[in-house]
């Protein structure tokens, strides 16, 4: 299983990275959006459940960690949202590679964190807040890219999926891939989580007895 896994999401990375999404479309704000789901809310997961033992968190890690990646994804996500670097990551493909490993590593981070002891109430809780968290934040950044009243980022044609979209329609369109995806992955993974804490799934370690 943990070999599908790592598979699956090095198969993911690959059809991100050498394929049009960061090519041709490039400057279609849709097809990065593409590309980031891609990345943070597929291939990560994936990489994160088949990474073999030695690169994992391990349970003894401080339940906070969870949380704190959830704020760097927070930062990282919005950060390369911004107008600016946005121009930045269209117009030079180093800044397209640092963004890009910035999505795969603060990705990785969270998931693998927030899943290291999912049998333990405190880790599981906090890797229920962390997802939770990431969730509320991604539906917020997509219905603002959703709802905005004139684009954020350019005002030309674009193309994405072989179709000319005005900057309007290509950014209504990556909010909604935001939502669709980044939302509802992230929220999905918190759920699961909250499910252990309410079943038989998270319990406390057991505590050693007293000598008899």
Do not use: K, N
């Amino acid at each position: 299983m943990r070999r599908v896994a790592l598979s699956a999401g090095l198969l993911v990375l690959a059809a991100v990275w050498l394929g049009p999404l960061l090519g041709p479309w490039r400057e279609s704000l849709a097809a990065g959006m593409v590309a980031h789901m891609g990345v943070i809310a597929i291939a990560a997961p994936l990489i994160a459940i088949g990474l073999p033992r030695r690169f994992r968190f391990r349970p003894s890690m401080p339940a906070i960690v969870p949380v704190l990646a959830s704020l760097l994804e927070l930062i990282a996500v919005w950060s390369w949202h911004a107008p600016a670097l946005r121009a930045a990551a269209e117009a030079s493909t180093a800044v397209t590679v640092v963004e890009q490993a910035t999505f795969l590593a603060v990705g990785l981070l969270l998931w693998s964190s927030s899943f290291a002891a999912p049998e333990e109430r405190t880790h599981a809780a906090s890797g229920a807040a962390a997802l939770l968290l990431t969730s509320i934040h991604m539906t917020l950044l997509g219905a603002l890219l959703a709802l905005s009243p004139r684009p954020l980022y350019r005002t030309g044609e674009v193309t994405c999926f072989g179709t000319v979209l005005d900057a309007g329609q290509d950014q209504q369109l990556g909010g909604v891939i935001m939502l669709l995806v980044g939302a509802i992955v992230y929220l999905a993974g918190g759920v699961s989580l909250i499910g252990r804490l309410l079943g038989d799934g998270g319990t406390r370690p057991a505590q050693p007895g007293p000598s008899p």
